[in-house]
């Protein structure tokens, strides 16, 4: 097999398959220095089924047994258990894993059964997984969610025990904003600016120098800042999947992003990634057809489960003003916690549903009415810019 990418969701393929199925040789081809690039991922430990998450304990630098959220008008401190992997580990466990790993290596062409580089060389296998990232073709209509963080060094023990998923106390600019902090180790924080947003613009320079600024009102001396990482993620508003996957060639498969298997919601993929990563390492013949008839079948199915969150995302970006969807995040905090774990998890009830939609709503039921139906999407600002095909 050959893995065209070497991001999280080709990266977990290799992770599975070289647990279970270590006779398969699986060759690796990333453009960049390593698997997984500069990144962090983090889950919900509800977000996984056990077994799920007892196979991915090996890429798991750390984990807490709760998370906190701040808004304007309450704290929360909820007992879901939260978990992180870094790119570093990654890198380090699959690598481990596969026969070869190539990084370095730029792909300017695929087949189901050929790889060809930017050297001119040419890689062969009955299998070959596209993972190279999402694409952003016109077929989806797209928010963000995007964010700057950076890996701190405190003077002092920063006394954080916990994450801080949602500190939403801050400004709101450019959207819904946040700040995320994960506590890493004693004098160590991950702290990210994050913000849902109408456009993809990141200025990294602005969103370092506000991280700066808050990191000093939360008292933490920064003693060194050890790494910078960045993301924009897309939300989705509406779509057309059977365009979408009308426009890849049937014979090649992909994966993660690019089969558009990440959560509507919050653009985060990797259970996702881990479930595909099972089925295939399950599947009795690893060829380019089988990966690919089992990902667009997935594919397909969790869009279809995802169209609760697709409505959702309208209400936020189509109904609410920018400076609303503050409002629209703290009283979704206020539900029980089992239904929020539900929700992260892609598996929200009837009754969820029904209970985030009822109730004193943050914003005009009139105004929110009209964003509900899927042509809605088209009146937001991304639906011009995706519409050229931009990303």
């Not at 879901?80 to 190539?102: E, F, K, P, Q």
């Not at 370095?104 to 009955?126: F, K, N, Q």
């Not at 950076?150 to 106390?169: K, N, Q, V």
């Not at 060194?224 to 049937?250: M, N, Q, S, Y």
């Amino acid at each position: 097999m050959i893995l065209a990418g070497g991001g999280l969701a080709n990266g977990l393929i290799g992770f599975w398959l070289g647990a279970a199925r270590p006779a398969l040789r699986v060759v690796a081809v990333e453009a960049g220095p390593t698997i997984g690039g500069n990144h962090t991922w983090s889950f919900h430990t509800s977000d996984v089924p056990p077994a799920t998450y007892a196979a991915l304990e090996p890429l798991i630098v750390a984990r807490w047994p709760g998370q906190d959220v701040r808004f304007p008008r309450f704290s929360r401190t909820l007992a879901t258990g939260y978990n992180t992997i870094s790119s570093d580990r990654l890198h380090a466990v699959v690598g481990g894993r596969l026969d070869t790993v190539m990084t370095g290596c730029t792909v300017v062409g695929l087949g189901a059964d050929t790889v060809r580089l930017a050297d001119g060389r040419v890689l062969r296998a009955p299998c070959v997984i596209d993972g190279r990232g999402f694409m952003g073709q016109a077929p989806l209509l797209t928010a963000y969610q995007k964010f700057a963080g950076l890996e701190i060094e405190t003077r002092d023990p920063h006394g954080l025990s916990r994450p801080i998923i949602m500190d939403a106390t801050v400004a709101q600019i450019d959207g819904y904003r946040f700040i995320y902090t994960l506590p890493l180790d004693d004098r160590r924080l991950l702290i990210e600016d994050t913000r849902y947003s109408d456009t993809d613009a990141l200025d990294r320079p602005a969103l370092h120098a506000a991280l700066r600024r808050y990191a000093a009102d939360q008292g933490w001396s920064i003693a060194a800042e050890l790494r910078e990482e960045a993301g924009v993620l897309p939300i989705t508003l509406d779509g057309d999947i059977a365009r979408h996957w009308a426009g890849l060639d049937a014979g090649i498969a992909h994966s993660g992003m690019r089969a558009l298997l990440f959560h509507a919601a919050t653009g985060y993929s990797l259970p996702l990634a881990a479930a595909l990563a099972e089925r295939i390492a399950a599947l009795p013949l690893l060829t380019s057809a089988a990966v690919a008839e089992t990902v667009r079948a997935m594919s397909r199915k969790a869009w279809e489960q995802q169209s609760f969150y697709r409505m959702l995302n309208r209400l936020l970006f189509v109904a609410a003003r920018p400076d609303e969807r503050v409002r629209i995040l703290e009283r979704f905090y206020t539900l029980p916690e089992p239904l929020i774990q539900r929700f992260y998890a892609g598996r929200p009830t009837l009754a969820d549903k029904a209970r985030i939609l009822i109730g004193k709503p943050p914003i005009p039921i009139p105004r929110a009415l009209t964003a509900l139906p899927a042509r809605s999407a088209h009146r937001h600002p991304a639906a011009v810019a995706n519409a050229r095909g931009q990303p």
